[in-house]
């Protein structure tokens, strides 16, 4: 095993889909940084077009950069359910939910690609930041699609792999058709 791979196991673990605590400690000071001084989160969010009344998925909300402006966006008739595989993701959802009072938005802690959420509930799953992350696409495609509702429209970032690599994730899965491309995302809907 070379030194690098030996340092990331450290830092990240073996699987990349459970990183340790102190590994997602140090993701959200990045991300508190990066939205500090460049805005990326609100930014970010801008292109999801979320409505009011609409019902959200946050999938791997992780330290829950969404989740406030996702809860404004759709609204007191609207609900946000933000699901994570970390349990200090989940803590971090609960804080948010006390601090600010948004009682349109429900923490569920998600068991490998399954959560307790109830199938076809969703008009829009968005999985930002973390698709690179996935180690078996076709069962977490799977997962999204069961969440979405029939007209239910899917967006997946990238995240730090090449757009390429993302569409042909998607693609091979067999599971989502691509309905439109951005520089942030792909749109996509149930086939």
Same mark, same amino acid.
């Given at each position: 095993?070379?030194?690098?791979?030996?340092?990331?196991?450290?830092?990240? !673990?073996?699987?990349?889909?459970?990183?340790?605590?102190?590994?997602?400690?140090?993701?959200?000071?990045?991300?508190?940084?990066?939205?500090?001084?460049?805005?990326?989160?609100?930014?970010?969010?801008?292109?999801?077009?979320?409505?009011? !009344?609409?019902?959200?998925?946050?999938? %791997?909300? !992780?330290?829950?950069?969404?989740?406030?402006?996702?809860?404004?966006?759709?609204?007191?008739? %609207?609900?946000?359910?933000?699901?994570?595989?970390?349990?200090?993701?989940?803590?971090?959802?609960?804080?948010?939910?006390?601090?600010?009072?948004?009682?349109?938005?429900?923490?569920?802690?998600?068991?490998?690609?399954?959560?307790?959420?109830?199938?076809?509930?969703?008009?829009?799953?968005?999985?930002?930041?973390?698709?690179?992350?996935?180690?078996?696409?076709?069962?977490?495609?799977?997962?999204?699609?069961?969440?979405?509702?029939?007209? %239910?429209?899917?967006?997946?970032?990238? !995240?730090?792999?090449?757009?390429?690599?993302?569409?042909?994730?998607?693609?091979?899965?067999?599971?989502?058709?691509?309905?439109?491309?951005? %520089?942030?995302?792909?749109?996509?809907?149930?086939?």
């Amino acid at each position: 095993m070379s030194k690098r791979n030996v340092i990331g196991d450290r830092m990240f !673990g073996r699987n990349r889909e459970v990183i340790p605590d102190i590994a997602f400690h140090a993701m959200t000071g990045v991300m508190k940084l990066m939205d500090l001084f460049a805005k990326r989160s609100t930014k970010n969010f801008r292109t999801l077009s979320l409505k009011p !009344g609409q019902t959200v998925v946050d999938y %791997g909300c !992780g330290p829950a950069r969404y989740v406030r402006n996702a809860s404004e966006a759709v609204g007191e008739s %609207g609900k946000v359910i933000a699901t994570d595989i970390h349990p200090l993701a989940v803590k971090k959802v609960k804080e948010m939910i006390g601090k600010h009072g948004l009682r349109n938005v429900e923490a569920v802690l998600a068991d490998g690609y399954n959560t307790s959420i109830a199938s076809g509930v969703a008009d829009v799953v968005y999985a930002l930041d973390m698709f690179h992350m996935i180690q078996e696409p076709k069962a977490f495609l799977a997962e999204l699609s069961r969440l979405a509702t029939p007209e %239910g429209t899917i967006i997946i970032e990238d !995240g730090h792999q090449p757009r390429a690599e993302t569409v042909r994730k998607i693609t091979e899965s067999g599971i989502l058709e691509i309905t439109e491309e951005t %520089g942030s995302h792909v749109k996509c809907k149930k086939k």
